[in-house]
């Protein structure tokens, strides 16, 4: 650093620093709860009903990487290509609007959510350079009055100041019932020791990469969430964020 820069902060920062350069009020980041858990958690749901509780902005980073995984399928870039699929995201043109994900304009909301493009958004998410490409974008979600951003590494890496953060957890079997249950529900179809086996393969995946592995925070407060309903657990994370705010 240059000796001009140390005496400006000096002086602007010290007793004698003028009234202009005092600041108004404490400064206030804008709030964010992480909800970061493993695939079916329940996390995506419940992030959604406590972002539209707290009238907060939503962030699905699943989605992020479920886009990206759709446009090297579409875009033929191996999902093996770390250098190849971080140039491929930085030239996305990705658009969120009234929940509908959007590539190149086009609604693909149902696309991403089928089991092909979260297996794939798995393989990919291994990579630090695809990891990397997807921060700043991540980061452009938090906005006033606050964020809820759901994910694996929220807490950890995305938004380690976060206000309040949160692990939820479930049993593997209470989370392939829910797949099965989504699923069915969207018109897909499915088979649930076919669900079984491709989660135990992601959450063995996800938890044992080395770029960014899912883990609690240190700080985070875990939730297992097996025997509990969605609003029980909106209820715990709405209660936990009050008590922060108070
Ligand atoms: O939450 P999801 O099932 O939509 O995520 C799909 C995959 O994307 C998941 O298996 C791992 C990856 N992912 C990640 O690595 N980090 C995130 N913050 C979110 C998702």
Not at 9 to 18: A, L, S, T
Not at 91 to 108: K, M, P, S, Y
Not at 145 to 164: E, Q, S, Y
Request: neutral net charge; hydrophobic residues 40%; proline residues 5%.
């Amino acid at each position: 650093m240059k000796r001009d820069d140390f005496e400006f902060n000096d002086r602007n920062n010290g007793p004698d620093r003028p009234d202009s350069m005092k600041p108004t009020r404490p400064f206030d980041p804008t709030p964010v709860i992480t909800i970061d858990g493993p695939t079916a958690s329940g996390k995506g749901t419940v992030a959604a009903i406590v972002a539209a509780t707290l009238g907060f902005h939503l962030l699905d980073s699943g989605a992020l990487y479920r886009l990206a995984a759709l446009a090297s399928i579409r875009y033929e870039v191996a999902k093996d290509d770390a250098p190849g699929l971080a140039k491929l995201i930085e030239a996305l043109h990705i658009t969120f609007r009234e929940g509908c994900a959007q590539l190149d304009g086009v609604d693909v909301s149902g696309e991403i959510r089928q089991e092909e493009v979260g297996n794939r958004a798995s393989a990919i998410a291994v990579y630090p350079e695809v990891r990397q490409a997807l921060v700043a974008r991540q980061r452009a979600f938090r906005k006033r009055p606050g964020l809820v951003a759901d994910g694996r590494d929220m807490g950890t890496v995305i938004f380690p100041d976060a206000t309040l953060k949160v692990f939820l957890t479930a049993s593997v079997e209470a989370r392939a019932a829910r797949r099965h249950k989504q699923l069915m529900q969207k018109g897909f179809s499915a088979n649930m020791d076919d669900l079984l086996r491709d989660l135990r393969a992601r959450d063995d995946r996800d938890m044992n990469r080395s770029a960014a592995p899912l883990r609690p925070a240190a700080d985070a407060k875990t939730l297992d969430t097996s025997g509990l309903s969605i609003d029980q657990t909106v209820e715990q994370i709405i209660g936990w964020y009050s008590a922060i705010r108070v």
